[in-house]
């Protein structure tokens, strides 16, 4: 089985593919793949770099190339995580597979702040204005090459609500895979 994991930034998807990871479940993620392309440039893994790098590689490869990329390294049979979904092309890729399910994890603003500020990344928000100017640009793509959240989280065969403790994740997540395995 593939889950591919999709949802805004903070929204806790690493914090699900390590659960899934803890279990066993094979580890994929769209942006390993981007990174992969930026070294080949030379460039630096940057917020802005990666975002430009993948719109450049749908464009010219179509919208669906990164999870293309990540099933050829995914052995028949696996169960894995495919994390970072962020254009509904990828899914529609993934559905090549019968045994794919689109999760959106989804959590309210304010924790995943909390969460972006803990993590410490370069580039990320670091107040809610901030937070959701970049909602705001990765909801929707009017080119339909970049990052499209809101549609994926509509396109979403399971929705996991993270709003609480790791440990009430843990258990959301625990339920949401009895109901699909």
């Not at 949802?7 to 699900?16: D, I, N, R």
């Not at 179509?62 to 696996?78: M, S």
């Not at 100017?133 to 509509?154: F, T």
Request: overall charge neutral.
């Amino acid at each position: 089985m593939i889950i591919g994991l999709c949802g805004y930034v903070g929204s806790g998807k690493g914090a699900v593919a390590e659960y899934l990871r803890s279990k066993g479940w094979s580890y994929y993620s769209t942006t390993d793949v981007i990174r992969e392309e930026l070294a080949l440039h030379g460039l630096a893994v940057t917020r802005a770099n990666l975002i430009d790098m993948a719109n450049s590689l749908r464009a010219e490869h179509g919208g669906g190339v990164l999870a293309e990329r990540i099933l050829k390294r995914i052995p028949a049979g696996a169960n894995a995580i495919v994390e970072s979904i962020r254009n509904p092309a990828e899914a529609q890729a993934l559905r090549a597979r019968d045994d794919f399910v689109l999760v959106a994890v989804k959590a309210p603003a304010q924790p995943r702040l909390m969460r972006i500020i803990t993590r410490g990344r370069a580039g990320d928000p670091t107040n809610l204005v901030e937070l959701k100017a970049l909602d705001e640009r990765e909801s929707y793509d009017v080119n339909k090459s970049g990052i499209q959240i809101k549609e994926l989280v509509e396109l979403a065969d399971k929705v996991v609500l993270n709003d609480g403790s790791l440990e009430l994740l843990r258990e959301r997540v625990d339920v949401m895979l009895a109901t699909i395995l």
